[in-house]
């Protein structure tokens, strides 16, 4: 009989595992000189190095260097002074030599920690996250494999190889063993995934865009009793491409487990693959037996030994941590608790910043981003960092609202053509004619036929019933098509009916 | 014959120079040269008649003031290193059909200088072997004997140089490929540092012992060739960022008064034949008689180089060579549309590679296993250490080491075949150098038995011009002896 959750976490305990790679944003590849653009047409940013042509020789791109002693830095991780590659061998069409340069036994960052917050019962409560390693290596290429029923290769009638993606720098950072989370694990994995995405997105090291692939987790899963001390049998689920994914991987692997134990059988160690749409995870291939990549050092490449003088210098260059900044910023926009957090749920810290930047009250940044936007961001199922609107954008509508030239109303159907692609705010409010109608004698005329059409509601406010005056307002603005300044209307409103 | 073929690349580039020959004649001479006798010899496995040509034009338009003294002289290249264009086999059926879009940076250096590349040199498949048989288009003969080995793996571009091919060539060397070739033919032969020569294009076998170097009849030619080639490049992270030795000056001055050459007594004895040891000691009481002093020198270690030498190139191999897997070029076998990629690398892989490829791949995935890791790479690794320590040791009282090149002549193509071992021992001098990575000469110390007997001189890395230094000193004595270089008496050949 399956447990619901909460039954899994009264009787078992979680240990996590996370492994996260990021696809680092240098202008070229870690070991050639071809670009890195996403997107760009199959096998046109290829070389010999990358494509893995006999003879041609790999040589390190000193930007990823850089990036990843940064990001091992910001990971309060120890820089080795002589790291290593190592090539990692198997053979698979997508990886032109059949190994991969990656490191192995000795990796340039080690033993780090990123704390995370988390909501709980009793509050926010602070985890840390224990970083094993932060380690550089190369992308492969992919497979696009066609015909069959599944887009998978079993059953497909032929697969293409795009080698554009191989060799474009990856970073790995890689967790200890997290425990101690108990229910809240599935929070925790989320929360860390996010953290040090704020984190890398800070240093500008990477898009960290999970859904094109350039922040990829696979989330290692074991449950063990609870008071057992000991570590269950692990799943690595990979293929989680969002945050919230990441969430409902941990909880869907969490009910899995407990599932099997409970019917007495046993947990098989395995990669699965997280299904988007069901929540759930498929198994891929079997761990059981070992891979044996047969590491070797890279002899075509000689080891890393980054000076400490420039360690030092990157370390002192590093932005401000993301944790610190939040609280920074909560004071000096003086926003409360529950406001900062729902901010910072919704990723709209760095965009209210940015707005605020250009010039915008910082509360009616937060109001635009927070809400109509994000009511928008909902609808499409977007997040609010890819939403089709700049806070360049965002502050010159703040600014045209304030100098009266936009109203409430008609900035969101400003805003909502933005993002609609129909151009920056200026460009749609020209193009669609939208302004707010300031013509007095035109508005004069709407007012007078408002009064005739309605007198006894214009008797009410010459009596001095101003409440009564909403009414009349509503339908000049009803006849402007809410082009006009309601409180303009107001004042002409009250002066016509003698009660200015 | 031409007399032209017999001339040496220093005289050659002088004529072309001073404009009494052109480039395109001396280009089609050697094309001629190898048209006679190649059918004999099978020294290569591309002739670019056209191509040669056509660089040979260009050099003739473009000779001047302050070009290479080797400009509009041709070469042989070893398959190994990539030509833009050109078909670069490595011996194997595998890359079947592969032109390479890119010139390796020899190649590049070779153009830059006005050298004219004539072809591409046979070799034993992907550089392992000691006789050119593991090509897999047919076994090199020598030219002092078509019954023998010319040595290898590079014994095309050696059989080359002693067919009067070619006046220049480059070879490669792992473990001996360019210097055990040169002493069975009666050529010189350089591993130059390794680091010293760019390996970008050079299809590894064993990317830490790999080296490309020059090979020529005579040692100042050599240093023509290696100073071309040689110098940092950026593309090969482990190339070495210094000055190339001047190793031309160093072949003309050619003096060794007050030289210390140290003999390596665990390279001499028990497996090597008497007359190789004659030529050997013969040699050695010249360079006392011109001024050096012969010191014993002991390298204990060396007895262990074969053992981890079988172990490192094996365990590169087998990751360097897992990239022939029929998906972006070469050789595609049973793609008949029903069978998954796996399914075809694995037939392709079965179909293109030789036996003792094959043999060397599995040695390596299986020495590189977990499990077997520490006790067959790590220690391997270690012994490298070692050796490369009685090096320095041994260079903390000589200027270099000297030794047979050999324990043989060219044996029997065949006698050696079903032994891999037997096979394995001819490079037993040779290898500890590419352990440590210094350089290495192999030059013409005369003949036994009417064949080649090779001198191994051995310097400390980046003291490359040493070997010119001692080489040019010992072949100046030599030649006078012989009238000229060994070379020079090969029998006429019987051509088929």
Same mark, same amino acid.
């Given at each position: 009989?399956?447990?619901?959750?909460?039954?899994?976490?009264?009787?078992?305990?979680?240990?996590?595992?996370?492994?996260?790679?990021?696809?680092?944003?240098?202008?070229?590849?870690?070991?050639?000189?071809?670009?890195?653009?996403?997107?760009?047409?199959?096998?046109?940013?290829?070389?010999?190095?990358?494509?893995?042509? &006999?003879?041609?020789?790999?040589?390190?791109?000193?930007?990823?260097? =850089?990036?990843?002693?940064?990001?091992?830095?910001?990971?309060?991780?120890?820089?080795? &002074?002589?790291?290593?590659?190592?090539?990692?061998?198997?053979?698979?069409?997508?990886? &032109?030599?059949?190994?991969?340069?990656?490191?192995?036994?000795? &990796?340039?960052?080690?033993?780090?920690?990123?704390?995370?917050?988390?909501?709980?019962?009793?509050?926010?409560?602070?985890?840390?996250?224990?970083?094993?390693?932060?380690?550089?290596?190369?992308?492969?290429?992919?497979?696009?494999?066609?015909?069959?029923?599944?887009?998978?290769?079993?059953?497909?009638?032929?697969?293409?190889?795009?080698?554009?993606?191989?060799?474009?720098?990856?970073?790995?950072?890689?967790?200890?063993?997290?425990?101690?989370?108990?229910?809240?694990?599935?929070?925790?994995?989320?929360?860390?995934?996010?953290?040090?995405?704020?984190?890398?997105?800070?240093?500008?090291?990477?898009?960290?865009?999970? =859904?094109?692939?350039?922040?990829?987790?696979?989330?290692?899963?074991?449950?063990?009793?609870?008071?057992?001390?000991?570590?269950?049998?692990?799943?690595?689920?990979?293929?989680?491409?969002?945050?919230?994914?990441?969430?409902?991987?941990?909880?869907?692997?969490?009910?899995?487990?407990?599932?099997?134990?409970?019917?007495?059988?046993?947990?098989?160690?395995?990669?699965?693959?997280?299904?988007?749409?069901?929540?759930?995870?498929?198994?891929?291939?079997?761990?059981?037996?070992?891979?044996?990549?047969?590491?070797?050092?890279?002899?075509?490449?000689?080891?890393?030994?980054?000076?400490?003088?420039?360690?030092?210098?990157?370390?002192?260059?590093?932005?401000?941590?993301?944790?610190?900044?939040?609280?920074?910023?909560?004071?000096?926009?003086?926003?409360?608790?529950?406001?900062?957090?729902?901010?910072?749920?919704?990723?709209?810290?760095?965009?209210?910043?940015?707005?605020?930047?250009?010039?915008?009250?910082?509360?009616?940044?937060?109001?635009?981003?927070?809400?109509?936007?994000?009511?928008?961001?909902?609808?499409?199922?977007?997040?609010?960092?890819?939403?089709?609107?700049?806070?360049?954008?965002?502050?010159?509508?703040?600014?045209?609202?304030?100098?009266?030239?936009?109203?409430?109303?008609?900035?969101?159907?400003?805003?909502?053509?933005?993002?609609?692609?129909?151009?920056?705010?200026?460009?749609?409010?020209?193009?669609?004619?939208?302004?707010?109608?300031?013509?007095?004698?035109?508005?004069?005329?709407?007012?007078?036929?408002?009064?005739?059409?309605?007198?006894?509601?214009?008797?009410?406010?010459?009596?001095?019933?101003?409440?009564?005056?909403?009414?009349?307002?509503?339908?000049?603005?009803?006849?402007?098509?809410?082009?006009?300044?309601?409180?303009?209307?107001?004042?002409?409103?009250?002066?016509?009916?003698?009660?200015? | 014959?031409?007399? %032209?073929?017999?001339?040496?690349?220093?005289?050659?580039?002088?004529?072309?120079?001073?404009?009494?020959?052109?480039?395109?004649?001396?280009?089609?001479?050697?094309?001629?040269?190898?048209?006679?006798?190649?059918?004999?010899?099978? *020294?290569?496995?591309?002739?670019?008649?056209?191509?040669?040509?056509?660089?040979?034009?260009?050099?003739?338009?473009?000779?001047?003031?302050?070009?290479?003294?080797?400009?509009?002289?041709?070469?042989?290249?070893?398959?190994?290193?990539?030509?833009?264009?050109?078909?670069?086999?490595?011996?194997?059926?595998? %890359?079947?059909?592969?032109?390479?879009?890119?010139?390796?940076?020899?190649?590049?250096?070779?153009?830059?200088?006005? #050298?004219?590349?004539?072809?591409?040199?046979?070799?034993?498949?992907?550089?392992?072997?000691?006789?050119?048989?593991?090509?897999?288009?047919?076994?090199?003969?020598?030219?002092? @004997?078509?019954?023998?080995?010319?040595?290898?793996?590079?014994?095309?571009?050696?059989?080359?140089?002693?067919?009067?091919?070619?006046?220049?060539?480059?070879?490669?060397?792992?473990?001996?490929?360019?210097?055990?070739?040169?002493?069975?033919?009666g050529? #010189?032969?350089?591993?130059?540092?390794?680091?010293?020569?760019?390996? +970008?294009?050079?299809?590894?076998?064993?990317?830490?012992?790999?080296?490309?170097?020059?090979?020529?009849r005579t040692?100042?030619?050599?240093?023509?060739?290696?100073?071309?080639?040689?110098?940092?490049?950026?593309?090969?992270?482990?190339?070495?960022?210094? *000055?190339?030795?001047?190793?031309?000056?160093?072949?003309?001055?050619? @003096?060794?008064?007050?030289?210390?050459?140290? #003999?390596?007594?665990?390279?001499?004895?028990?497996?090597?034949?008497?007359?190789?040891?004659?030529r050997?000691?013969e040699?050695?009481?010249?360079?006392?008689?011109?001024?050096?002093?012969?010191?014993?020198?002991?390298?204990?270690?060396?007895?262990?180089?074969?053992?981890? /030498?079988?172990?490192?190139?094996?365990?590169?191999?087998?990751?360097?060579?897992?990239?022939?897997?029929?998906?972006? +070029?070469?050789?595609?076998?049973?793609?008949?549309?029903?069978?998954?990629?796996?399914?075809?690398?694995?037939?392709?892989?079965?179909?293109?590679?030789?036996?003792?490829?094959?043999?060397?791949?599995?040695?390596?995935? /299986?020495?590189?296993?977990?499990?077997? +890791?520490?006790?067959? /790479?790590?220690?391997?690794?270690?012994? !490298?250490? %070692?050796?490369? !320590?009685?090096?320095?040791?041994? +260079?903390?009282? #000589? @200027?270099?080491?000297?030794?047979?090149?050999?324990?043989?002549?060219?044996?029997?193509?065949? *006698?050696?075949?079903?032994?891999?071992?037997?096979?394995?021992?001819?490079?037993?001098?040779?290898?500890?150098?590419?352990?440590?990575?210094?350089?290495?000469?192999? %030059?013409p110390a005369g003949l036994?038995?009417?064949?080649p007997?090779?001198?191994?001189?051995?310097?400390?890395?980046?003291?490359?011009?040493?070997?010119?230094?001692?080489?040019?000193?010992l072949e100046r004595e030599l030649h006078r002896q012989w009238n000229g270089p060994l070379t020079h008496q090969i029998?006429?050949?019987?051509?088929?």
């Open positions: 009989m399956a447990l619901s959750y909460e039954e899994v976490v009264a009787k078992y305990e979680p240990s996590l595992g996370l492994e996260v790679h990021v696809e680092l944003n240098t202008e070229t590849k870690m070991f050639c000189g071809c670009a890195t653009t996403f997107g760009a047409a199959p096998n046109t940013q290829t070389c010999p190095v990358c494509l893995g042509m &006999p003879g041609a020789l790999p040589f390190v791109n000193e930007k990823a260097i =850089e990036s990843t002693i940064r990001i091992g830095l910001a990971l309060n991780c120890a820089i080795t &002074p002589i790291s290593r590659f190592a090539r990692k061998n198997y053979f698979y069409p997508d990886m &032109p030599k059949n190994f991969q340069i990656s490191q192995y036994d000795e &990796p340039i960052c080690t033993n780090g920690y990123l704390d995370v917050d988390v909501e709980t019962d009793e509050g926010l409560q602070t985890f840390r996250i224990e970083i094993e390693r932060v380690h550089m290596e190369e992308d492969t290429g992919k497979s696009l494999h066609v015909g069959g029923a599944t887009g998978r290769i079993h059953g497909a009638e032929y697969s293409l190889l795009d080698y554009n993606r191989a060799g474009i720098p990856l970073v790995e950072i890689v967790t200890k063993v997290v425990s101690g989370t108990g229910k809240y694990a599935p929070e925790v994995a989320k929360a860390y995934v996010k953290e040090l995405r704020d984190i890398l997105r800070a240093l500008g090291v990477s898009d960290v865009k999970m =859904e094109q692939g350039s922040l990829r987790c696979d989330a290692n899963v074991s449950l063990a009793p609870i008071g057992s001390g000991k570590l269950g049998t692990r799943s690595e689920t990979k293929n989680v491409n969002s945050l919230r994914s990441v969430e409902r991987a941990v909880r869907g692997e969490m009910i899995r487990h407990a599932g099997l134990l409970e019917k007495g059988e046993r947990v098989i160690q395995e990669t699965r693959h997280f299904q988007e749409d069901s929540g759930t995870t498929r198994s891929g291939r079997s761990k059981e037996q070992a891979e044996d990549y047969r590491y070797f050092p890279e002899p075509d490449l000689t080891p890393v030994a980054p000076d400490a003088g420039w360690i030092e210098k990157l370390r002192s260059q590093l932005p401000e941590k993301p944790s610190m900044r939040r609280a920074r910023l909560q004071t000096l926009w003086q926003v409360p608790d529950k406001e900062m957090a729902a901010m910072v749920n919704a990723g709209a810290v760095d965009l209210v910043e940015e707005t605020v930047a250009l010039g915008a009250d910082p509360t009616k940044a937060r109001g635009w981003w927070l809400g109509e936007i994000s009511r928008l961001a909902n609808e499409a199922e977007v997040e609010l960092i890819n939403i089709n609107i700049s806070p360049k954008d965002v502050a010159r509508i703040v600014e045209l609202i304030t100098a009266g030239e936009l109203t409430d109303k008609l900035a969101r159907q400003v805003v909502a053509a933005v993002i609609a692609g129909e151009g920056d705010p200026d460009t749609v409010i020209s193009t669609k004619g939208i302004k707010v109608v300031s013509d007095e004698s035109a508005l004069i005329a709407a007012i007078e036929r408002a009064i005739a059409e309605q007198p006894e509601t214009a008797d009410k406010v010459r009596n001095g019933h101003l409440p009564a005056a909403g009414a009349l307002i509503g339908a000049v603005m009803k006849e402007t098509k809410g082009q006009a300044d309601a409180a303009r209307v107001r004042e002409l409103l009250l002066g016509l009916l003698g009660q200015a | 014959m031409s007399d %032209l073929i017999k001339k040496s690349a220093a005289e050659l580039g002088s004529l072309i120079s001073q404009g009494q020959v052109s480039s395109r004649e001396v280009t089609q001479a050697h094309l001629d040269q190898i048209a006679a006798t190649d059918p004999t010899i099978n *020294a290569f496995l591309f002739i670019d008649n056209e191509g040669a040509l056509a660089q040979a034009d260009l050099a003739d338009r473009t000779k001047g003031e302050g070009k290479s003294p080797l400009h509009g002289v041709p070469l042989a290249l070893k398959d190994v290193l990539t030509q833009k264009g050109v078909p670069t086999t490595c011996g194997s059926k595998i %890359l079947e059909g592969w032109r390479p879009p890119y010139d390796s940076t020899v190649v590049t250096r070779l153009k830059d200088s006005g #050298v004219i590349i004539l072809g591409k040199t046979n070799m034993d498949e992907f550089a392992m072997g000691s006789s050119t048989e593991n090509s897999a288009f047919g076994p090199t003969r020598n030219p002092w @004997d078509t019954e023998r080995i010319p040595g290898g793996s590079g014994g095309g571009s050696a059989a080359a140089l002693a067919a009067f091919q070619a006046p220049l060539a480059i070879g490669t060397d792992t473990g001996g490929s360019i210097r055990q070739p040169a002493a069975v033919t050529t #010189v032969g350089v591993k130059p540092t390794y680091g010293g020569v760019s390996r +970008y294009g050079l299809v590894a076998f064993s990317s830490s012992l790999d080296q490309a170097g020059p090979c020529a040692v100042l030619d050599t240093a023509l060739l290696h100073q071309v080639i040689a110098g940092y490049d950026p593309k090969d992270a482990t190339s070495i960022n210094a *000055a190339v030795p001047d190793v031309v000056a160093a072949a003309q001055r050619s @003096d060794v008064k007050g030289m210390k050459i140290g #003999v390596v007594k665990e390279l001499s004895g028990d497996g090597y034949e008497k007359g190789v040891a004659d050997f000691a040699s050695l009481a010249i360079l006392e008689s011109q001024g050096a002093e012969i010191i014993e020198v002991s390298c204990p270690n060396f007895k262990y180089a074969l053992g981890a /030498y079988y172990l490192i190139a094996p365990s590169e191999a087998s990751s360097n060579l897992a990239r022939f897997d029929a998906m972006r +070029y070469g050789l595609r076998v049973g793609d008949d549309g029903s069978r998954s990629a796996e399914e075809v690398m694995s037939l392709t892989r079965a179909a293109g590679f030789g036996a003792e490829v094959k043999r060397r791949i599995i040695l390596g995935t /299986y020495a590189l296993s977990a499990g077997y +890791y520490e006790a067959f /790479y790590g220690s391997a690794q270690k012994v !490298r250490t %070692l050796i490369t !320590r009685d090096f320095a040791a041994a +260079y903390q009282k #000589v @200027d270099v080491l000297v030794s047979p090149t050999t324990p043989t002549v060219a044996f029997k193509i065949g *006698a050696k075949s079903d032994d891999p071992v037997s096979m394995y021992l001819s490079d037993v001098a040779t290898i500890p150098v590419n352990l440590a990575g210094v350089a290495s000469m192999s %030059l036994s038995e009417g064949l007997v090779g001198f191994q001189i051995i310097a400390p890395a980046m003291k490359d011009d040493r070997l010119y230094q001692v080489g040019g000193a029998p006429e050949l019987q051509v088929r």
